[in-house]
């Protein structure tokens, strides 16, 4: 069975552009959830996909960022205009709808890098 | 909330023990452990569910505090494969809902061969 996977793995751009980062779960899984790290600084949440509906998008920064998951399948993470603080690995999990233990697997990450 | 872990990191020979801590000022349904290597994604060694859990997966061991705020991480006669940065997470559950993760920093391991 695949592994989350996640495009692409590194990406350098300039400030004031435009960034779109993929997720694709492991299949089966309706929860999908991005996360990020910034040098220095632990794991944070960003929000998270029951399907294709939002069901806490309580990390997302600002309104420069916007995740989509159109269809329940694959969900894609916009960065618009980026910034120098947007720098950081940007991790994508899933896990199954249902289950207490909250299993979540997780994708290699993409390193996004903002000059 | 927040996850602290300690220690920071952790120099040691092969063959040695060692334990790490993950500590929390709030309760946790589910405590989670997971390796990262360099340039990939954390990968998942155990969960705990049940308050003063003991799993024990080959030579490490993990513990969940009776307390659920707390969890231990052991690693009996470390192997220079366990390098690598461990991290501890801790996730709650909101009207049956599975929520996000709270991740402590982790703790750098070296073993040495």
């Known amino acids: 069975e695949a592994g989350v996977t996640q495009f692409p793995s590194h990406s350098v751009i300039e400030k004031g552009q435009t960034v779109t980062l993929r997720c694709d779960p492991i299949?089966?899984?309706?929860?999908l959830y991005w996360y990020r790290r910034v040098m220095g600084k632990e794991i944070k949440f960003l929000l998270h996909?029951?399907?294709?509906?939002?069901?806490?998008e309580s990390g997302m920064p600002n309104n420069r960022f916007l995740a989509e998951r159109t269809g329940g399948t694959y969900s894609t993470l916009k960065v618009q205009p980026a910034e120098l603080e947007d720098s950081g690995v940007y991790f994508c999990?899933?896990?199954?709808?249902?289950?207490?233990?909250?299993?979540?697997?997780f994708g290699p990450g993409t390193r996004l890098t903002v000059l | 909330q927040q996850l602290n872990q300690s220690p920071q990191s952790m120099f040691i020979q092969e063959g040695e023990d060692v334990s790490m801590n993950c500590t929390s000022s709030?309760?946790?349904?589910?405590w989670l452990w997971y390796k990262q290597d360099p340039g990939e994604g954390p990968v998942l060694l155990v969960t705990v569910v049940t308050g003063g859990e003991v799993k024990k997966l080959k030579r490490l061991t993990f513990q969940f505090g009776d307390a659920r705020k707390d969890s231990s991480l052991h690693i009996t006669a470390a192997q220079p494969g366990d390098t690598g940065l461990y991290l501890c997470a801790g996730a709650s559950y909101y009207g049956g809902s599975q929520g996000n993760l709270i991740f402590g920093k982790g703790t750098k391991l070296s073993v040495k061969p």
């Open positions: 299949s089966g899984h309706d929860n």
């Open positions: 996909f029951v399907k294709e509906s939002k069901q806490d």
């Open positions: 999990a899933s896990s199954q709808i249902h289950g207490s233990s909250n299993e979540q697997f």
């Open positions: 709030s309760i946790f349904n589910t």
